[in-house]
């Protein structure tokens, strides 16, 4: 199992270096604008402009970038969006929103998803079920963007129950921002239950008619015992990574929800640092990084959490 | 029953089928059902799917036929700069006006809003009160002087009056108009030289109070002399005094570049200047634009594109997997780590790099659509490679292989048919990926696909967003659009996917 997971580890990190490198090439060929018209801050770009190389060729300037900004978490300094910062500084700034959102997310997302699931495939081609089915087909397609304008439109507009935008400042843990953060929850935490509950019934229907669950009946277990302790724990065997993987997942998902709520998180960072003129390229660097990293790490902790979880299921262990 | 004792039947009720020497096979007399026929079948029997399809191709119709048939002059005069005069007006058809589409609206207003919205029914005899519900209440955490009116407003009549300035020209031939039709578009201008507010033609105080009398208005328009040749044509009712006629029009600029400021009603100009009534059946937006026949041509890029990246990945996708399955070994792990590195860099990151790096050079649709090419054919290749891995090792491709077919015909005209079920419903399900990321991507702006001839579903949506409270009929028919699109789709694709399954095949 260790070497399995090393072995994916370091084959993870090579594909991230390989990204990071393209992105690096990709973003150094774009045109920069000359420090001169940053007005009084000129001499400090200059001067980190100087430190990190880049009247430099190329390859050497890639080289100061991986010493530094890879191993050494010197990103450089934001030359258009918040001009004179630490890009690094700031990114850490904006990640507490996000994570704060996205746990809130999930901690009333996936409970409800697994019990919807779990109750569609206990009732079974029962009208329940078909209600069930039909909501979430519905609530998996439509874009959350939409369930953004309506949850404003009548939660916060017509009825009033919550703000408009999440509450400013940097208190994510009290009541009062909770509260404001309630639309932003529920329009991203839709599409999640939806899913959740999709997958859960299909694994659990798959499970619930296998003849293994009938041998614990004829053995005198209830209906309750055998769903609980045999269907349930074979079923979360696929379901967990899943549910893991979306978790690493979201933090970077969630561009349009923040933007549209006012949470001040990386993906508003993202969008300002992009369509600044002219675009912030240390910001962009950064959080390019950043959402690979994210993606890469979702799926090497699914699928190593699948090996964790069932022995039998350790892919490539035996290779 | 003793009759039909099966036991004992006597042998002169036997006969021979056949006495014939040889034994024929017969003919099959039901038609054969093949794979794709099969697939059909079973699609109908999913109901939901076929209603999803019903809808996708309605989807498609729209798209289609209404740039075509819904053009109007006033869509189509896209630079036109009186547009954002007509901004804001809600949905109004009159065909639909029972799903309530009738372009009314209702608002609480106090008693200046009040005079206001009766003044311009007088003037021009375009009412925009249509009902009063509540008639000068007092609202208790209000004032007490303030008195409040529950209206319902005809949001198209409640536009009013609007200075313009004119060309001689122009203001000639709105009079030859005029004359021609009966329709008073030009009214008097006014007297008070500090009222810069088109609407008020009455006494009023400076805060727009006006002054009563007898139960009526007071006129403020300005008069002339009867010598004065600046406007011979349509005069309203009140214009009755041959000594002192109104004066229609400000005269500003030179002699020889004469300009015309008058005071127009905007209905009726909108019915001068597009040759129709302004009626919108899905409302316009806050620039004035046109919102059904905007969304339909942003419908029909969004079509475009998702087809054709459809397409493009469908290609590639398939070409890569088939390769890959078919030769396996090094070159498929080769192969396959090519495909992790691309499928790692998130698609936003794609995005973003190739609008910087192309936008200015290839325009930003062409930089949107090399995006989806980059990483959007993944999918369909590992699909495709799984596909072949199952395939190549059966008998028949041995027996072929045997025969001396080479890899190419052994790879296209044997192992690729069989997947085709899955190429197929590979391909619709990008469809609602492509749409969706393209409205996500032009909503945050990262993508600007707007222009006065072009939209998107994301940017209109994006558009309207600012006036989600105040007029939500912006937003709602893209955000109706996108919704249904997507359902339609998802449902239409897992129809297509469990029809192509021959596992399920008599499951269900």
Redo the contacts between chains.
């Keep these: 199992m260790l070497k399995y997971i090393i072995k994916r580890v370091l084959l993870m990190l090579m594909v991230f270096l390989i990204i990071v490198s393209m992105c690096f090439v990709l973003i150094k060929l774009l045109p920069t604008k000359p420090a001169i018209q940053f007005g009084k801050d000129m001499q400090l770009i200059e001067m980190r402009r100087e430190a990190l190389g880049y009247n430099k060729p190329l390859i050497e300037q890639y080289m100061i970038f991986v010493r530094r900004s890879l191993l050494g978490g010197d990103w450089g300094i934001s030359e258009s969006l918040y001009i004179g910062q630490e890009v690094m500084t700031k990114f850490l700034e904006k990640m507490p929103a996000t994570v704060v959102v996205n746990s809130y997310t999930m901690l009333f997302a996936t409970p409800l998803g697994l019990l919807l699931g779990i109750y569609a495939a206990l009732r079974k081609n029962k009208w329940q079920d078909h209600i069930i089915s039909v909501a979430v087909i519905v609530f998996v397609s439509v874009p959350s963007y939409v369930y953004a304008f309506l949850v404003q439109y009548f939660l916060s507009f017509r009825l009033k129950w919550f703000p408009f935008q999440m509450q400013p400042g940097y208190d994510f843990l009290s009541f009062k921002t909770f509260v404001s953060l309630v639309p932003a929850i529920l329009s991203l935490g839709f599409g999640i239950v939806a899913g959740l509950t999709r997958y859960t019934r299909a694994e659990l229907t798959e499970v619930l008619t296998s003849e293994f669950l009938l041998l614990a009946r004829t053995k005198g277990l209830s209906r309750a015992q055998t769903t609980v302790r045999h269907a349930l724990r074979n079923a979360m065997v696929p379901i967990f990574p899943m549910i893991l993987g979306e978790f690493i997942g979201i933090i970077g998902g969630s561009l349009i929800i923040e933007q549209i709520f006012g949470i001040p998180g990386v993906g508003p960072l993202y969008v300002a640092s992009v369509t600044a003129s002219p675009p912030d390229y240390n910001f962009f660097m950064l959080l390019s990084a950043f959402y690979t990293l994210v993606g890469l790490v979702s799926g090497i902790l699914v699928d190593i959490s699948y090996g964790f979880i069932d022995p039998r299921i350790r892919m490539g262990s035996k290779k | 029953m003793s009759e039909k004792n099966m036991k004992e039947i006597p042998a002169s009720k036997f006969a021979f089928v056949d006495m014939s020497d040889r034994m024929h096979d017969r003919k099959l007399e039901t038609k054969p059902v093949g794979y794709f026929k099969d697939v059909a079948m079973r699609f109908a029997r999913n109901r939901?799917s076929v209603v999803a399809a019903g809808i996708i191709f309605l989807l498609v119709c729209f798209a289609v036929f209404v740039p075509i048939f819904a053009e109007t002059t006033y869509s189509r005069a896209l630079t036109d700069t009186m547009y954002l005069n007509y901004g804001k007006l809600p949905p109004k058809s009159k065909a639909l006006a029972w799903l309530g589409l009738d372009g009314m609206a209702e608002y609480t207003v106090n008693t200046h809003d009040y005079y206001a919205l009766r003044a311009i029914g007088e003037e021009t005899g375009l009412d925009p009160v249509v009902e009063v519900y509540r008639e000068a209440y007092q609202d208790p955490t209000a004032s007490q002087n303030a008195r409040f009116y529950d209206v319902k407003v005809d949001t198209y009549y409640r536009m009013g009056m609007l200075y313009l300035t004119m060309t001689p020209a122009e203001y000639e031939a709105l009079q030859v108009w005029q004359d021609e039709t009966g329709i008073q578009v030009i009214y008097p201008a006014v007297s008070d030289a500090k009222q810069t507010d088109p609407n008020v033609w009455y006494q009023a105080d400076r805060k727009g109070a006006p002054t009563i009398k007898d139960g009526h208005l007071v006129p403020i328009y300005r008069t002339t002399t009867p010598t004065d040749t600046s406007y011979h044509s349509l005069r309203i009712p009140s214009d009755n005094d041959p000594e002192k006629p109104y004066a229609y029009a400000k005269v500003t600029g030179t002699a020889s570049a004469r300009s015309y400021v008058v005071r127009i009603c905007k209905y009726n100009f909108f019915l001068y200047r597009y040759g129709f009534e302004p009626e919108f059946m899905f409302g316009t937006s806050a620039r004035g634009q046109d919102i059904l026949t905007r969304l339909a041509s942003g419908a029909r890029f969004s079509f475009l594109l998702a087809l054709f990246v459809s397409s493009i990945n469908l290609t590639i996708g398939a070409l890569y997997g088939a390769v890959e399955g078919y030769y396996g070994g090094a070159t498929d792990l080769l192969m396959e780590r090519i495909a992790?590195?691309l499928g790692?860099?998130?698609f936003?990151?794609v995005t973003?790099?190739f609008?910087?790096?192309l936008a200015n050079k290839v325009g930003p649709i062409v930089a949107l659509l090399f995006a989806f090419v980059l990483t959007g054919w993944l999918g369909m290749a590992s699909r495709v490679r799984v596909q072949f891995y199952r395939f190549k090792g059966q008998e028949y491709i041995l027996a072929a292989r045997t025969l001396g077919a080479s890899d190419g015909r052994l790879m296209f005209k044997h192992i690729f048919p069989n997947s085709m079920g899955t190429i197929i419903t590979g391909s619709v399900l990008v469809i609602?990926g492509v749409i969706?990321s393209e409205?996500?991507l032009t909503?945050?702006?990262?993508i600007n696909l707007e222009s006065s001839t072009m939209t998107s579903v994301g940017t209109m949506?994006a558009n309207g967003?600012a006036y989600?409270?105040t007029d939500?009929y912006i937003?709602m028919f893209p955000?109706l659009f996108?919704?249904l699109l997507?359902?339609s789709?998802?449902?239409f694709g897992?129809g297509l996917r469990d029809a192509f399954n021959p596992s399920l095949r008599g499951v269900e």
């Design positions: 939901g992790d590195v790692g860099i998130p936003i990151v973003t790099l609008q910087l790096h609602p969706f409205s996500s909503y945050l702006g990262i949506l967003r989600l409270s939500p937003i955000a996108i919704s997507m359902i789709f998802n449902l897992n």
